[in-house]
């Protein structure tokens, strides 16, 4: 018996991604053809935004609450949530969750350990770079978190929400990743993570200096195997 995943989705684009790497990736633990059961719940990406534009870290666990008490009655037992973003509310989640939860960025910390990484590049909103989720979840390992400077967190964010979040994978987009994650290995760092569920859409290990810890296609595979545990 395999246990039921819940995916608390924010975004579509990084929630199908990591859908898909469960299912795909299931196959090779289950047998052909096969994973673990699956439910997703999403409430509108704009709802969320209107919290978050506000600084309203409830309002963003109440939306995640609300997915997570529907996927509960669909019957998963445990639920992840592909978006780094509204980790920000993660603690005010928990307390109030009627199942249990896989952390996003603590997966990804436990990746970079068994790397034994100590400096790591971050990309993501800017929410997520200047936010307490990574910072936290590194500093749990000993591990530093370098984010870029301010107007190229103000462009990566831009490109976030006007193009990865509506599935539009530009190339000079991607030269611009590319030249971002060079900038920061030459200040120490020695990975970078992917701290946006969508960059990996536009962030491939070919375009990148820098070993990547690609935080979407992490988690699935952290839940696949709390799954199968």
Known sequence: MTKHIGIVACSAE???????TICLEG???LGRHN?????????????????IYEDNWNGVAELMLSSTRKLAVAGADFAICPDNTIHKA????IKESPIQWLHIGHEVAAEAKSHNYRHLALLGTRY???????????????MACIIPPQQVR??????IFDELVNGIINAQSRSFFTRVIMELKERGCDAVVLGCTEIPLIVRQEDSCLP??????????AALRRAVA
Not at 14 to 20: F, S, T
Not at 90 to 93: D, F, P, R, S, T
Not at 128 to 139: F, I, K, R, S, T
């Open 14 to 20: 990084g929630a199908a991604l990591c859908y898909r």
């Open 27 to 29: 196959a090779a633990i």
């Open 35 to 51: 994973h673990p059961e699956v439910s997703m719940h999403t409430h509108p990406l704009g709802k969320y935004m209107d919290f």
């Open 90 to 93: 993660y603690e005010l989640v």
């Open 128 to 142: 997520l770079m200047e936010g307490p989720v990574y910072p936290d979840a590194l500093a749990q390992f000993s």
């Open 154 to 159: 103000i462009s990566i964010n831009e490109i």
């Open 212 to 221: 990547i810890l690609d935080s979407t296609r992490l988690l699935a595979r």
